[in-house]
């Protein structure tokens, strides 16, 4: 996942809800790109979980969309330890979410970084790794480290 600079970490998640999450997301991506406006962000992402949920199962959320004022593509990556009700395909809580927004005329990077992120996350110790890390610190490292490796197991 090197192909991001930064991604913003929210360690854990106060939102309880669908919405509520949207908003958490959106503002710290907001809060590290002042140039977007939070309330268009987030008629942006409820727009598209309209058309199907963003939740892949496994306790997986990966909400995106394509934003008119972005230059480059922007990840947040949001922590819930209890899990949050989120529409998801296996029915279950969503506990690992990762942001992604893209730049209006952005296609191909944009659904290859998608695909990138679904692959990474199906490997079941790099969730469990995920969802254990005691600090925003190792989150970091482990999003870094095991994005960059490529061969990921599915389970």
């Known amino acids: 996942m090197n192909a991001i600079e930064q991604i913003v970490i929210i360690t854990e998640l106060k939102a309880t809800g669908k919405k509520e999450v ?3 997301l959106a503002a ?3 809060e590290q790109h002042p140039g977007l406006e ?4 987030c008629a942006i992402l409820e727009e598209r979980e309209e058309l199907g949920s963003t939740g892949i199962g496994d306790g997986v959320a990966i909400p995106h969309g394509k ?3 972005l ?3 922007v990840m947040v990556f949001g922590r819930s330890t209890q899990g949050i009700p989120f529409a998801a395909q296996d029915g279950r809580p969503v506990h ?3 942001l992604l927004l893209a730049p209006a005329a952005s296609s191909t990077p944009y659904l290859g970084r998608l695909a990138e ?3 990474f996350l199906r490997d079941h110790q790099i969730r469990a790794r995920l969802q254990q890390a005691e600090s925003r610190e190792e989150l970091a490292r482990i999003l870094r480290d095991e994005g960059q490796e490529g061969n990921h197991e599915q389970g």
């Not at 939070?38 to 962000?41: A, I, T």
């Open 117 to 119: 992120l679904a692959r």
């Open 22 to 24: 949207l908003r958490e």
């Open 96 to 98: 690992l979410f990762f």
């Open 67 to 69: 934003v008119p004022e």
């Open 71 to 73: 230059a480059e593509m």
């Open 28 to 30: 710290a991506a907001v």
């Open 38 to 41: 939070l309330e268009g962000l």
